[in-house]
């Protein structure tokens, strides 16, 4: 038989609209997958269902000598379920019966007789890496853009389609669920030390090493012995408890059950038989219907939305000039860098640069491990006393102290300097850009990229335009945080922008409830407890109290807020938070928090939870009525990704819709005349549009 006529005889019941089949000289069966119209291999009904008709026909090949699994894709393997599709369930029976149904057909493609592969080469994620585990074998690029894992935790849900079974059964309980659990991804590398893929090689030998295994058939990868006995029922019962302990540390069942489902099922039933795959199935139907889920999902569209912004600009720099040093300069500097970009940074002497070097390299070793390449990135970051590095520049941002006499001086010196097409930033953190632009001959050119510390953890950026901006130069700088992978918020030009402006209320009533006498750790714990990350006394303490204090001085000027006198009295004494050892907390040499003594406290913590929740929603709505952001989908984006505002809740606008703005605001009224306040002219309903 021919190569036409075996490729005829595969494709003979049906076209294919996601799927290319191919037969090349060796008798091998290339399955690639391409979905219609996308640029993004995602799974849904309909890919499935074509895939099962594929296997069907693959169950009676005696044709093939193998199967290899590719993506037709140039942007990687595939990226997963299609999230589309969690709003189109009916219901629970809905959501387990289609999970019931994958899991099924990726039972039948596991059973296949004739050998089967994986070659991925980029992301393979959730679905994506569920639909490659019943592979016989399995072979990834061994670059860090590979990326594999099951990340549907952080979607509230957990994998449905046999990962939270094939997974550990493979590597290994302690392994296995941790990626299960945390929603990690690992790269190819370190996917084949673990067991996960059975080798990892350049892109250049993908082809020959996938085809390498369907010839010559090695041994399948079994699990180890001792991987085989984390699994047995005496071993969960010891493992589960350990797990789950923590597991709480890190994350709360009320706010994020599906950690601690899909734990459950593996403790109760293991990874052995059909009932372990039955209880993922209808344990992640349920999950797909929990507020978490809903609020989730909100979130992974907000983070697309934000991605998407300027997708059309066509923009490629390649030198970024950074002036000052400090934390967050330098940091920008290493974070550009690191992305591969040529970085000069300059301040006014050596010894202040070299601490943001020293920082630099331990960036670079944490997230390249490799030394070849982590001196590659040094190489890039080059010490600019002099500033010769303006003229050259295609991105030139300013990152000097809060004062805007400086700050002007800085722009004059630049922009006599800077080409005429290179962006001008400030990171400013709250003056506006109309006060500082005033000195330059071209005020339009100022735009505003402002940075949230720690710059390596923090993916959010705010994009500030003035009045007079340019918008093919916010277009720009929208581009260019894109490609140092970080996400742009286009916000207006006034006082602490979005961010500071909304989080700023915030810490001051954290500080006037610590002048009422409530211990500043039941303060973070109500708050913790609320779903932030941590507390707004710590928060204080991490990003600086002198940050704080410049900040709230500033904003003060504007909306006549008086600075508490604590924060003055500490930043006095030199008490500015974890970079000193000491602010409102004290930190050891690591800079980790000594634990204080518990404060005694007899009230609900959801008292001060709300009162300090409520602040920040009535900025949260002042903003959106004057316009610092065009909505208020882009306002809870901002505050997600640039305060950790409890994700599960889906935003400060939305979590006040869930619980009825009306009702939030006039518990605020009441709260300011219980203080003998003023209450607010406005009722928030007018602009929760």
Not at 1 to 24: A, F, V
Not at 26 to 36: A, C, H, P
Not at 366 to 380: I, S
Not at 453 to 467: H, R, T
Request: neutral net charge; contains cysteine; proline residues 5%.
């Amino acid at each position: 038989m021919t190569m036409t006529q075996i490729d005829k005889h595969l494709n003979k019941h049906q076209s294919y609209q996601h799927w290319r089949l191919e037969t090349d000289n060796d008798n091998i069966l290339w399955l690639y997958f391409d979905k219609q119209n996308t640029s993004v291999n995602t799974i849904d009904r309909a890919v499935m269902e074509e895939f099962s008709a594929i296997v069907d026909q693959l169950a009676t090949d005696t044709i093939h000598k193998g199967v290899i699994l590719a993506s037709a894709k140039k942007s990687g393997f595939i990226a997963g379920a299609d999230i589309a599709q969690f709003n189109c369930f009916k219901d629970i029976d809905d959501s387990t019966s289609l999970l019931r149904r994958g899991q099924q057909i990726l039972a039948k493609f596991e059973a296949l007789k004739i050998p089967t592969v994986a070659m991925i080469d980029g992301f393979c994620l959730g679905g994506g890496l569920e639909l490659v585990l019943p592979c016989r074998y399995r072979v990834a690029e061994e670059s860090a853009k590979t990326r594999l894992g099951l990340p549907e935790v952080k979607l509230g849900i957990h994998p449905g389609w046999g990962g939270t079974v094939r997974l550990p059964k493979l590597i290994g309980a302690q392994q296995g669920l941790n990626l299960v659990l945390s929603g990690h991804t690992v790269s190819g590398k370190v996917a084949a030390k673990l067991g996960i893929a059975d080798a990892a090689v350049p892109q250049r030998q993908l082809v020959h090493a996938a085809k390498y295994y369907v010839l010559h058939t090695p041994p399948v990868h079994r699990a180890s012995m001792l991987q085989t006995f984390s699994n047995y029922k005496i071993m969960r019962q010891i493992l589960g408890s350990y797990i789950r302990k923590q597991l709480e540390k890190k994350a709360n069942p009320l706010h994020y059950p599906a950690p601690y489902h899909a734990l459950d099922n593996w403790e109760l039933v293991g990874v052995e038989g059909e009932e372990p795959y039955i209880r993922e199935a209808r344990s992640c139907g349920k999950l797909f219907f929990s507020e978490t889920c809903h609020n989730l999902v909100r979130v992974f569209f907000l983070q697309d939305r934000l991605k998407g912004l300027a997708r059309e600009v066509s923009y490629a720099p390649q030198h970024v000039h950074v002036i000052g040093a400090g934390t967050m300069g330098g940091d920008i500097a290493a974070w550009c860098a690191l992305q591969g970009l040529t970085v000069t940074l300059q301040d006014l002497e050596p010894r202040f640069i070299a601490p943001a070097i020293k920082r630099a390299y331990a960036l670079f070793k944490e997230k390249l491990k490799e030394n070849n390449l982590v001196q590659q990135a040094m190489d890039r970051l080059i010490p600019d006393i002099k500033g010769n590095g303006i003229a050259k520049a295609d991105v030139i941002i300013e990152a000097v102290i809060e004062d805007l006499a400086v700050k002007q001086a800085t722009f004059k010196m630049i922009e006599a300097k800077a080409k005429p097409d290179a962006i001008l930033a400030t990171n400013t953190s709250s003056i506006p850009l109309d006060e500082i632009n005033t000195v330059l001959q071209r005020p339009e050119r100022l735009v505003g990229i402002h940075y949230f510390n720690p710059v390596a953890k923090m993916q959010l950026v705010e994009i500030v335009k003035s009045e007079c901006a340019n918008q093919a130069i916010i277009d720009k700088a929208i581009s260019f945080v894109r490609k140092i992978d970080r996400l742009p918020l286009p916000v207006k030009s006034s006082p602490g922008f979005l961010v500071n402006r909304i989080l700023m209320p915030y810490l001051l009533e954290s500080m006037e409830l610590l002048k009422e006498g409530v211990p500043m750790t039941v303060i973070d714990k109500a708050m913790v407890q609320f779903g932030m990350p941590m507390g707004p006394i710590t928060l204080a303490d991490t990003v600086g109290l002198d940050v704080c204090l410049s900040v709230a001085k500033y904003l003060g000027q504007y909306f006549h807020t008086p600075v508490p006198q604590r924060l003055l009295d500490l930043v006095d004494q030199r008490k500015l938070g974890r970079k000193t050892g000491a602010g409102f907390y004290q930190y050891d040499k690591r800079g980790k928090q000594i634990k204080p003594e518990e404060g005694s406290y007899d009230q609900p913590l959801d008292q001060i939870s709300n009162r300090l929740v409520l602040r920040m929603l009535n900025e949260a709505f002042a903003c959106l009525r004057e316009g610092v952001v065009a909505d208020g989908d882009l306002l809870d984006a901002g505050m997600i990704f640039g305060t950790g505002f409890a994700p599960f809740r889906g935003g400060p606008i939305h979590y006040a819709k869930s619980q009825g703005i009306h009702e939030l605001y006039q518990q605020f009224v009441q709260q300011q005349q219980a203080r003998g306040e003023q209450s607010e002219e406005h009722v928030w309903d007018e602009v929760a549009v």
